[in-house]
């Protein structure tokens, strides 16, 4: 067990996060996504061990693997004799068979209290609404609506938006009723996608966390063994970028998952970075990329080899 971790405060909310979060998605097991299998009991294990840990935030979603996140969180908390008061349990509202109607958002919210175990749920995003109609979320009595209604009836105590395609977020970002703002993908080594609606969201004082800082598993390891970045194939400057990087990192003694974790964590409008990891033994060596030294001329390498706008996720976004 390590010493406490240093907290910081998550924009105005009057919550406190640790540098990193884990992440999750793997706890539930997607091995369309990752590629393996997680047990229910290695899940459990691996987050009571993180209550252990310099790690205080946990992130998770009502949508992971049909809550089966939620559900081994929920259990392990409850072995725990309940959350540490100085831990926090974000997760997400999601839609289910294309319903993301405002019964649905208080569907959502009464699963991830029944299958965590919480009364009150510190923080919910309106997860991934890039993917449904704007109008139709944002309409009288819609899924907007019932998340707000949650918060003033004091079943959740802060609201966040959390999702990718950053013109969309931005969308929901103006409407101005969000706490916090979590993006995923948008703001790594390879891709700044995020950058403007970043620094919108510090200079509105939210609260910002920044997730998938891998791309997905391709920048880790000391080789490139993924074309995939973001959930697609990366183009081929973003392969090119990536293979350089490694070399660089090479040269300077340290791993390209090092530079992605440490990349996220050294900047100062970021509150806490979200990483996934679904082995106990994996936990000490991401805490230590959280806070690896690494000279100024490492940063300056890597980011002259940022590949060109044109090349992010949304495409030309500054």
Excluded at 26 to 40: A, K, Q
Excluded at 201 to 221: D, F, K, P, Q, S
Aim: aromatic share 4%.
């Amino acid at each position: 067990m390590t010493g406490p971790a240093p907290l910081r405060a998550l924009g105005g909310t009057g919550l406190a996060v640790s540098a990193l979060t884990l992440g999750g998605a793997p706890l539930g097991s997607m091995p369309e996504s990752f590629g393996y299998e997680v047990g229910e009991q290695d899940a459990v294990d691996l987050v009571r061990a993180v209550l252990r840990s310099g790690i205080r935030t946990i992130d998770t979603a009502n949508g992971y693997s049909e809550g089966r996140s939620e559900q081994r969180i929920g259990r392990a908390l409850r072995e725990e004799d309940g959350l540490p008061a100085d831990a926090l349990v974000v997760t997400k509202v999601d839609a289910r068979d294309g319903d993301y109607s405002g019964d649905r958002v208080r569907r959502s919210l009464e699963e991830s209290r029944a299958r965590l175990g919480l009364e009150t749920l510190p923080l919910v995003h309106l997860h991934d609404p890039e993917f449904h109609d704007f109008a139709t979320m944002t309409a009288p009595g819609g899924a907007v609506d019932a998340l707000v209604d949650a918060r003033e009836r004091g079943q959740v105590a802060h609201i966040g938006l959390a999702g990718g395609d950053v013109h969309q977020l931005r969308r929901y970002l103006d409407l101005g009723v969000f706490e916090v703002l979590l993006v995923h993908n948008r703001w790594t080594l390879v891709d700044r996608s995020a950058g403007p609606l970043i620094e919108e969201a510090a200079a509105r004082g939210l609260g910002v966390m920044n997730a998938a800082v891998l791309g997905g598993g391709i920048l880790t390891g000391t080789r490139r063994t993924s074309d995939r970045y973001g959930y697609r194939t990366a183009p081929r400057a973003v392969l090119h970028a990536v293979d350089r990087m490694h070399d660089v990192c090479r040269t300077h003694g340290t791993d390209l998952g090092t530079a992605a974790i440490r990349f996220s964590t050294r900047e100062p409008r970021i509150h806490t970075t979200v990483v996934g990891i679904s082995k106990q033994q994996r936990i000490a060596p991401t805490l230590a990329a959280s806070t690896a030294d690494l000279p100024e001329v490492f940063w300056d390498e890597l980011e002259a080899m940022l590949p060109s706008p044109q090349h992010w996720l949304d495409a030309g976004a500054r």
